[in-house]
């Protein structure tokens, strides 16, 4: 039985449990110097080997979805192991917990009605209206009219928190920047040096690793605490360029309590840094404490380097909307940030030769 279900769903379940793990296991990573510099080498081109971690056996491709209670809730999941993590793993007992919060019943904009309403028939795995129901890892399992979470099971049924059923798409803007300025030193200051500087203006490097050290914008989020890029949801219809620069306006700089002049002298500033060359880090799904069997977050992750400064150097940050504060931070594997938002700064930090660990062998294993 577990065969013939394996044979139905490898091709769509491979690539997206590939794309949520973020333990990269490419067999280049390590031994192909071009993986720093071409991130579809290191990011995409991943190994079959990490089927492995739809059993959740290894890494840590989908934990932050089992996690309980539910954000927001009491709620708890029901625990799903390790090794039943995936779909193709029979498990007739599995009982999962159903749980969709008032907020999104109440039927606000952007959520969806319930599946049992009659004059709801979702178009699931294309684009339905202006409303985006493709994975972006690929065709996901339609189940007694529901969606299946393609990374495997949550211990929990329903959408939560999140209003689409199947995949809830988001934008994830990573800002980081160097700058040529004297005697600056690291601080909360949001106009402090972004490669990190010593009081003579010469990039630090790290004692261990002997790379700069990169810094990025953070904010820190008003529901959770937790420390994470300063991003959001795409909009119905509106292009991912457009919700990367709205999302990073508005948490880390404020945008919405502007005033007129103030708004159009910001949206200058914001189309010089959005407009520059730019590197897509990551597409697909996430693993967030929000996912549940029915309703799960994917993003495109998208870094823009201000390497000479002078665009940051026009623009305070201030944290506004869903944001609690804002700041730069050093990029490391210290870092614990939202779901999984540490493992796309480490894809920065490879990309751009910057530093992430004092164990280079932790470089190539991942988080």
């Given amino acids: 039985m577990a065969e013939r279900i394996l044979g139905k769903t490898l091709a769509t379940v491979s690539l997206s449990v590939a794309l949520a793990s973020v333990t990269v296991q490419s067999s280049g990573c390590c031994s192909i110097p071009a993986c720093r510099n071409t991130f579809s080498s290191c990011g995409f081109h991943l190994s079959s080997n990490i089927m492995s971690s739809s059993n959740g056996a290894k890494g840590n491709s989908h934990n932050k979805a089992r996690t309980s209670p539910y954000p927001g809730s009491k709620v708890q999941r029901s625990q799903v192991p390790n090794e039943k993590v995936g779909w193709f793993v029979e498990w007739q007992d599995y009982n999962p917990v159903e749980y969709t919060a008032v907020s999104v ?72 920047r160097s700058e040529n300025e004297d005697s600056l030193r690291l601080s909360d200051s949001p106009k402090s040096c972004r490669w990190k500087r010593d009081r003579s203006g010469n990039k630090v490097s790290h004692p261990i690793s002997g790379k700069n050290i990169l810094q990025f914008v953070a904010i820190r989020r008003k529901d959770c605490g937790e420390w994470a890029i300063p991003g959001g949801m795409v909009d119905p219809g509106e292009k991912i360029s457009a919700t990367l620069k709205r999302e990073f306006g508005e948490e880390a700089l404020n945008s919405l309590q502007k005033s007129g002049v103030e708004k159009r002298e910001l949206e200058e500033q914001l189309h010089k840094l959005f407009s520059q060359e730019h590197l897509v880090i990551y ?73 992430w660990s004092e164990d280079s062998e932790t470089e190539c294993r991942g988080l």
């Fill in 105 to 176: 019943l109440a039927g606000p904009r952007w959520a969806d009605p319930q599946i049992s309403e009659s004059n709801f028939s979702p178009k699931f795995n294309e684009k339905d209206g202006h409303v985006e129901r493709k994975s972006q890892n690929g065709l996901y399992e339609i189940e007694n009219g529901r969606p299946r979470n393609p990374a495997g099971r949550t211990g929990l049924i329903g959408r939560g928190l999140l209003g689409r059923w199947g995949p809830n798409h988001a934008a994830d803007p990573i800002i980081t």
């Fill in 283 to 355: 597409k697909g799904y996430v693993d967030d404490p929000r996912n549940t069997d029915n309703a799960w977050m994917e993003t495109e992750a998208v870094n823009y380097h201000d390497e000479t400064g002078e665009i940051m150097d026009n623009l305070t940050l201030e944290a506004g909307d869903d944001a609690g504060k804002v700041k730069w931070v050093d990029i490391s594997d210290q870092l614990q940030l939202y779901a999984s938002h540490s493992h796309f700064i480490k894809l920065v930090a490879e990309k751009r030769d910057a530093h």
